[in-house]
């Protein structure tokens, strides 16, 4: 039985099928009780984080800030913050966070190379409790407001990866990004 590959993939279909069908079903999803406010200065608005662009502490922050994005315990807030035009892919994220499923989803990043004072390509792998579910991947941070987030485009990636490669079916915001 071949767990990883196939286990993410699950994953990331059930849990983005959710997300997108509680979308499509609800009329309005802005205002609800139950979503706790945000706790850290990176996901509150109004006080601004500046991360620093260069050097050991600028690739800590990428590596920080991506496997928080990774880690779908935490709020909806938290993983908008961490992911560039954030709020564009609201729905699919409101679909990950609280799932069981993703739960048990995180990723270790094993190398950062910043390129230019806003962008830096990381290489990561996401584990399904906590075993390899896709090793290397490569992906994109970018520096956007003062805090490195996850790349759209990264992001876009895996969920086409997900997809089998097919545009069709994809989530509208990402078939301008991916090939």
């Not at 079903?25 to 609800?32: A, I, M, Q, R």
């Not at 996901?43 to 601004?48: A, E, G, H, M, R």
């Not at 996401?126 to 996850?150: F, H, M, P, R, S």
């Given at each position: 039985?071949?767990?990883?590959?196939?286990?993410?993939l699950s994953l990331a279909a059930a849990t983005l099928s959710v997300g997108m069908g509680l979308t499509?079903?609800?009329?309005?999803?802005?205002?609800?009780?139950?979503?706790?406010?945000?706790?850290?200065?990176?996901?509150?608005?109004?006080?601004?984080?500046?991360?620093?662009?260069?050097?050991?502490?600028?690739?800590?922050?990428?590596?920080?800030?991506?496997?928080?994005?990774?880690?779908?315990?935490?709020?909806?807030?938290?993983?908008?913050?961490?992911?560039?035009?954030?709020?564009?892919?609201?729905?699919?994220?409101?679909?990950?966070?609280?799932?069981?499923?993703?739960?048990?989803?995180?990723?270790?990043?094993?190398?950062?190379?910043?390129?230019t004072a806003n962008q830096a390509a990381v290489t990561y792998t996401i584990l399904v409790g906590g075993?390899?579910?896709?090793?290397?991947q490569q992906g994109i941070a970018v520096y956007d407001g003062g805090v490195w987030k996850v790349g759209?485009?990264?992001?876009?990636?895996?969920?086409?990866?997900?997809?089998?490669?097919?545009?069709?079916?994809?989530?509208?915001?990402?078939?301008?990004?991916?090939?």
């Amino acid at each position: 039985m071949s767990f990883p590959r196939v286990s993410l993939l699950s994953l990331a279909a059930a849990t983005l099928s959710v997300g997108m069908g509680l979308t499509a079903c609800s009329s309005s999803s802005s205002s609800t009780s139950s979503s706790p406010p945000p706790t850290s200065p990176a996901s509150t608005p109004s006080t601004p984080t500046v991360e620093p662009t260069t050097g050991a502490a600028a690739i800590s922050a990428i590596k920080t800030n991506w496997t928080a994005f990774f880690n779908f315990k935490s709020s909806v807030s938290r993983h908008i913050a961490l992911l560039q035009n954030g709020s564009t892919f609201a729905p699919a994220i409101r679909g990950l966070v609280g799932s069981p499923l993703a739960a048990a989803a995180t990723a270790k990043v094993t190398s950062v190379k910043l390129t230019t004072a806003n962008q830096a390509a990381v290489t990561y792998t996401i584990l399904v409790g906590g075993k390899t579910g896709l090793a290397n991947q490569q992906g994109i941070a970018v520096y956007d407001g003062g805090v490195w987030k996850v790349g759209d485009v990264s992001f876009c990636g895996l969920l086409l990866l997900e997809n089998g490669g097919k545009r069709a079916g994809l989530f509208p915001a990402c078939k301008s990004l991916v090939g």
